[in-house]
C-alpha cells in the first residue's frame, strides 16, 4: 500500500512538500511518480523517477518541483515551490514495484489535496 501526505492549503506562490511511503513486502522499487487530478478532469502526470534516479517532468512544472526518492526509507517525495493556484489538485503517487510473486506491479496511493488559493 501507498501512503500519501503532505497536501494542504498553500497560498499561489507558496511551497509544499509532498511524501509517499509504500508499505508491505516486495523486491525493489523500478519506478516512482506523482500524477495530480483536477475536477472532471483525467489524471496527468507530474513527474516521475527510476530507480537510477532519471526524472522526468511535464513542462509545466520543470524548475518550480523537484522529485526525490529514498528506496531504503520506500519513500518518495514531491517539492513543490512557485504555486499556482491552477495546480489546485488531488495529488497521487504511483509506484512500480518488483514483488516477489507477481513480477512487476503499478501501485497507487489514495491521493492527497493541495490547495493553492489566497
Known amino acids: 500500500q501507498l501512503q500519501a501526505s503532505g497536501g494542504g492549503l498553500v497560498q499561489p506562490g507558496g511551497s509544499l512538500r509532498l511524501s509517499c511511503v509504500a508499505s508491505?513486502?516486495?523486491?525493489?522499487?523500478?519506478?516512482t511518480g506523482w500524477y495530480r487530478q483536477h475536477p472532471g478532469k483525467e489524471r496527468e502526470l507530474v513527474a516521475t523517477?527510476?530507480?537510477?534516479?532519471?526524472?522526468n517532468y511535464a513542462d509545466s512544472v520543470k524548475g518550480r518541483f523537484t522529485i526525490s526518492g529514498d528506496n531504503a526509507k520506500r519513500t518518495v517525495y514531491l517539492q513543490m515551490n512557485s504555486l499556482k493556484p491552477e495546480e489546485t489538485a488531488v495529488y497521487y503517487c504511483?509506484?512500480?514495484?518488483?514483488?516477489?510473486?507477481?513480477?512487476?506491479?503499478?501501485?497507487w496511493g489514495k491521493g492527497t489535496q493541495v490547495t493553492v488559493s489566497s
Open positions: 504511483m509506484m512500480n514495484i518488483r514483488t516477489w510473486t507477481t513480477g512487476d506491479m503499478i501501485y
Open positions: 508491505g513486502t516486495f523486491r525493489s522499487i523500478n519506478a
Open positions: 523517477i527510476t530507480s537510477s534516479g532519471h526524472t
